[in-house]
């Protein structure tokens, strides 16, 4: 069974960084590729990034575009959410996903196992 272990998150000042990592364990050769999400209290969880295990295709939400990196780490099977100039409404819990899914997918139904959260906040 895959197990998906979020970390990095913390207290960061408006404009700064922060590094996300996913460590993935359990994974087998469906798994197409990796992604993160955030969701803020009582709003849908929303798509940040993914990236392909084999490929290394990315792909990012507007929001973020430009200002967060995602990158993974195969031989150790965890993924990075490299995010800088960090804002409030970065402010959110980041999840960790998996997908079997070999197409680009960026919805949550997609995704089938999700790590435990980081919590992200971004003092202004």
């Known amino acids: 069974q895959v197990q998906l272990v979020a970390s990095g998150g913390g207290l960061v000042q408006s404009g700064g960084s922060l590094r996300l990592s996913c460590a993935a364990s359990?994974?087998?050769?469906?798994?197409?590729?990796m992604a993160w999400f955030r969701q803020a209290p009582g709003k849908e969880r929303e798509f940040v990034a993914r990236i392909g295990w084999r490929d290394a295709n990315t792909r990012y939400a507007e929001s973020v575009k430009g200002r967060f990196t995602i990158s993974r780490d195969n031989a150790k099977n965890t993924v990075y959410l490299q995010m800088n100039s960090l804002n409030s409404e970065d402010t959110d819990v980041y999840y960790c996903?998996?997908?079997?899914?070999?197409?680009?997918?960026?919805?949550?139904?997609?995704?089938?196992?999700w790590g435990q959260g980081t919590q992200v906040t971004v003092s202004s």
């Open positions: 996903a998996e997908s079997g899914t070999m197409r680009v997918v960026t919805t949550r139904e997609y995704y089938g196992y």
């Open positions: 359990g994974l087998t050769f469906s798994s197409y590729s």
